[in-house]
């Protein structure tokens, strides 16, 4: 499999699109009072089949070294996702996104910590117009930033985002991208489940199943299988900190489609904030080497 580094952005664009749908499924899974774990346990296992439905002939053919690399992979994407809604319950919406897409500063420093590496100097313009972008997105230069406890835990959640990209971007490359994508899943679905069981068995009495489970299948089919998929394959062809500002713009698209579906107004600050990241990311795709100019 061979994909062009543009048509691996534009898969990462479409898996960013597909995330940024999906926040209205999850705010109706948790309003239906499903907790972080069931949720992950239902959508992993669903992306884990749909996987293995599909991808069956990789599945079957994986080794040790791709089960070892879609374990790490798969307990890592867990992790950021529960901590980033674990500590949604005890901060605002605003700050849990705008410290979330925090990860496109620690990426390039992993890269190059990791890998000696060193940045782009367009990458740090780049990620300095695209926090901006976020903090108009989310509104944090409105109603400004409060510290939550819950931000700590959104923090942590940052790190393991980007470090999913790092690794999916510079490690997980040894691996087929399509068995990847069967442990991933199977790996969210059932670490999911052992928390679920674990922490959050007290509250299967409140939950609404007939609102909840709907949306969740929708997240684990688009979501989880699909731009999850689009991602894993779409970060084989590009680099991690191009890779990083793309994905991003999840956030940006959740309020695109949260604006159309009527959850929230179309204000100034949505438009200012989703214009600074498109800004961001033509500064990463332009080749500025291209417009210098000569003395003579």
């Known amino acids: 499999m061979q994909v062009s580094k543009g048509k691996a952005n534009l898969m990462l664009l479409l898996a960013a699109i597909i995330w940024g749908s999906g926040y209205v499924f999850s705010k109706m899974a948790t309003n239906a009072h499903f907790q972080a774990g069931m949720i992950n346990a239902i959508r992993g296992l669903i992306y884990a089949a749909c996987a293995f439905i599909f991808f069956h002939k990789a599945v079957l053919k994986m080794n040790g070294v791709d089960i070892r690399i879609g374990l790490t992979a798969g307990f890592i994407n867990f992790l950021g996702y529960q901590f980033q809604t674990w500590g949604l319950r005890f901060t605002t919406p605003s700050n849990n996104a705008f410290l979330t897409a925090l990860y496109v500063v620690l990426i390039p420093f992993i890269v190059w910590l990791l890998f000696k590496k060193k940045p782009s100097s367009k990458s740090y313009v780049a990620i300095i117009v695209a926090i901006i972008g976020m903090m108009f997105l989310t509104n944090i230069v409105g109603h400004g930033f409060i510290l939550h406890v819950g931000d700590l835990l959104t923090l942590i959640s940052t790190f393991f985002y980007a470090l999913q990209i790092v690794y999916f971007g510079m490690q997980a490359t040894s691996t087929s991208p399509l068995s990847l994508s069967f442990m991933l899943g199977l790996t969210q679905g059932v670490l999911g489940l052992v928390w679920s069981l674990l922490f959050e068995h007290a509250t299967y009495g409140s939950i609404n199943w ?3 489970l709907w949306p969740i299948i929708v997240l684990g089919l688009l ?10 394959v779409g970060q084989r062809f590009t680099d991690p900190t191009p890779a990083g500002l793309i994905l991003m713009t999840e ?3 959740g309020s695109f489609f949260s604006v159309i579906l009527g959850f929230e107004p179309l204000t100034l600050h949505l438009l200012i904030g989703g214009a600074l990241i498109i800004v961001a990311l033509l ?8 417009f210098r100019f000569s003395s003579e």
């Open 251 to 253: 956030s940006m698209f």
């Open 210 to 212: 007939q609102a909840g």
């Open 283 to 290: 500064i990463m795709q332009l080749d500025f080497s291209r």
């Open 223 to 232: 979501s989880s299988f699909g731009a999850q998929t689009l991602q894993i």
